[in-house]
């Protein structure tokens, strides 16, 4: 299995609505990560999460708030969120790697495509 | 400033042809790559990846060449078919302080191939 399965697919929330993305993946990776994908331009990394710890947070809004439930499951949980925030939002999946350790690529989820209205 | 930029932003190719999209880095820490494929509505597939000991490694129709030299990155397409019409991203990933890598990329802007029958 080499599958990171994202729910919903589609998401539209008003502005003053809470809602949460979810992510799983079985491949036993211990680092997730949210991107966000505007159209047209290339994903840009929000957060990190290292053994369900978070790790990186790229200086992003605390209307987003993750959560690493255990080492299968991230979540992604939605508040008071602007027209600007509509995006195509991902999840990656990858092993540590160690210095010098090979195959460390981040597997991608299908995304869900968030619209703030 | 750090930064993984492509130099032309399409490429258009005939069913058959070789295919090469070309990227720039700029940050000399930068010790492993990879290159991904975007389809339409789809979260970004892995194709290949490098490290920054070699300058050259091959997949199955595919060639990823390194030059640390001048930073530049390239992915050659053999044989190029319709299916490869996508967008195609470069990314570079960085070993943390500790030597871990925890598969942080940053991505470049992207390449749209599009392959005409």
């Known amino acids: 299995d080499t599958e990171v399965t994202q729910t919903p697919k589609h998401l539209v929330m008003g502005m003053t609505n809470k809602k949460s993305l979810k992510c799983e993946q079985h491949m036993g990776h211990r680092a997730m990560y949210w991107y966000k994908q505007k159209a047209k331009k290339p994903p840009e990394l929000m957060f990190v999460?290292?053994?369900?710890?978070?790790?990186i947070n790229e200086s992003v809004p605390s209307r987003f708030s993750p959560e690493c439930p255990n080492s299968s499951l991230l979540n992604l949980h939605l508040h008071a969120l602007q027209p600007e925030d509509s995006a195509l939002y991902l999840c990656?999946?990858?092993?540590?790697?160690?210095?010098?350790?090979?195959?460390?690529?981040?597997?991608f989820g299908q995304g869900t495509r968030l619209t703030v209205v | 400033g750090e930064s993984v930029g492509l130099h032309l932003p399409t490429l258009s190719v005939q069913e058959g042809d070789n295919s090469i999209i070309n990227c720039a880095y700029s940050n000399s820490a930068s010790d492993y790559f990879i290159w991904y494929k975007q389809e339409s509505g789809k979260g970004p597939q892995f194709i290949i990846d490098i490290r920054s000991n070699m300058d050259k490694r091959q997949g199955q129709r595919v060639t990823v060449l390194l030059n640390k030299t001048v930073k530049h990155l390239s992915l050659q397409i053999a044989a190029t078919q319709p299916g490869d019409s996508a967008v195609y991203f470069c990314?570079?990933?960085?070993?943390?302080?500790?030597?871990?890598?925890?598969?942080?990329?940053?991505f470049g802007q992207g390449t749209i191939l599009t392959v005409h029958p």
């Open positions: 990656a999946s990858s092993q540590e790697g160690r210095q010098g350790a090979y195959n460390t690529e981040a597997f």
């Open positions: 990314a570079d990933q960085r070993s943390n302080a500790g030597g871990t890598s925890y598969g942080k990329l940053t």
């Open positions: 999460y290292s053994y369900e710890k978070l790790s």
